[in-house]
């Protein structure tokens, strides 16, 4: 099995209570009939939910990444050469305004 594969299926196993929560709200074509696939694999990268017919990769940030800003800075940059457009949510932002965050998404989606 190749080590992206693995290692998405290992983060779908840990999922963060915000990742969960955006999940189920995700899942099965429920924002504006798009599909979305969690921990996707984008070599060399996974990203936390990508809808891929639209090109647009949603991630959630906890506290860890107010440290590593630019390490994300790098990993968007390279993502979006991919060709993606890049929303980020911090977890409490997920948490607190789910409502907020999915109408985001949408907009994004065109929905």
Known sequence: MEIHTRRARELRENQTDAER???????????????????????PFIVDFA??????????DGGQHAENASADAR????????????????NNEVLGNLEGVLETIAGELGG
């Open 75 to 90: 990993r968007t940059a390279c993502i979006e050469r991919e060709g993606f457009r890049i929303l980020r949510f911090w």
């Open 21 to 43: 929560l955006l999940w189920s709200r995700l899942r099965g074509r429920q924002l504006a009939g798009f599909k979305f696939r969690r921990q996707h694999p984008v070599p």
């Open 51 to 60: 809808c891929i017919e639209a090109r647009l990769i949603v991630e959630l």
